[in-house]
T-cell receptor, first 115, second 113 residues
Framework: AQSVTQLDSQVPVFEEAPVELRCNYS??????LFWYVQYPNQGLQLLLK??????LVESINGFEAEFNKSQTSFHLRKPSVHISDTAEYFC?????????????FGQGTELSVKP | NAGVTQTPKFRILKIGQSMTLQCTQD?????MYWYRQDPGMGLKLIYY???????DKGEVPNGYNVSRSTTEDFPLRLELAAPSQTSVYFC????????????FGPGTRLTVT
């Protein structure tokens, strides 16, 4: 079985400050890793994913996440946040050999960017 | 291209009533999913389908039923609604098992009182 733990339920930051949202996972099999973002009153959207290869993956809007196999972590970072980054962020895993493509989500981290 | 659409957006049910949450996708995706989202709990998978006529249970299927008679539609049925089913419900779709992205609808907020 797999589980995902997001270590912070809420992260308030000021605009232009750096931010890190932490994600740890547990799995007895190899997994793919994902970050999804949910803007207020909307569904979830894929932000970035790690499948294989370079352990550092980037999104088009400046977020990056690093896969650390030894620490079973996939933390999300951004060097300078904008007001528009205010949203809830979900870390998720999917076993590589998984019928149905099922995702296991963490509890979510609410990022609040203040001016 | 509307993507994944869900109806209704909001609904209030009395205990014991039943209803169907509708989900439609126009992307010709084979895989479809129903999740519920509760505060501080993330998303939990209720049911999923890998194609028309094929459905399977997820993590929290009790109290729900699904059917998949067409590729486009994946309705979720609540029988005998209970307060524990108060939640936000999301439908998602994916082309097939080799696709790594799920596409989510806007959600249905359900309150059972």
């Amino acid at each position: 079985a797999q589980s995902v733990t997001q270590l912070d339920s809420q992260v308030p930051v000021f605009e232009e400050a750096p931010v890190e949202l932490r994600c740890n996972y547990s799995s007895s099999v190899s997994v793919y890793l994902f970050w999804y973002v949910q803007y207020p009153n909307q569904g979830l959207q894929l932000l970035l994913k790690y499948l294989s290869g370079s352990t550092l993956v980037e999104s088009i809007n400046g977020f990056e996440a690093e896969f650390n196999k030894s620490q079973t972590s996939f933390h999300l970072r951004k060097p300078s946040v904008h007001i528009s980054d205010t949203a809830e962020y979900f870390c998720a895993v999917r076993p590589i050999y998984n019928q149905g493509g099922k995702l296991i989500f963490g509890q979510g981290t609410e990022l609040s960017v203040k001016p | 291209n509307a993507g994944v659409t869900q109806t209704p957006k909001f609904r209030i049910l009395k205990i014991g009533q039943s209803m169907t949450l509708q989900c439609t996708q126009d992307m010709n995706h084979n895989y479809m999913y129903w999740y519920r989202q509760d505060p501080g709990m993330g998303l939990k998978l209720i049911y999923y389908s890998v194609g028309a006529g094929i459905t399977d249970k997820g993590e929290v299927p009790n109290g729900y039923n699904v059917s998949r008679s067409t590729t486009e539609d994946f309705p979720l049925r609540l029988e005998l609604a209970a307060p524990s089913q108060t939640s936000v419900y999301f439908c998602a779709s994916s082309p097939d098992k080799s696709s790594y992205e799920q596409y989510f609808g806007p959600g249905t907020r359900l309150t059972v009182t």
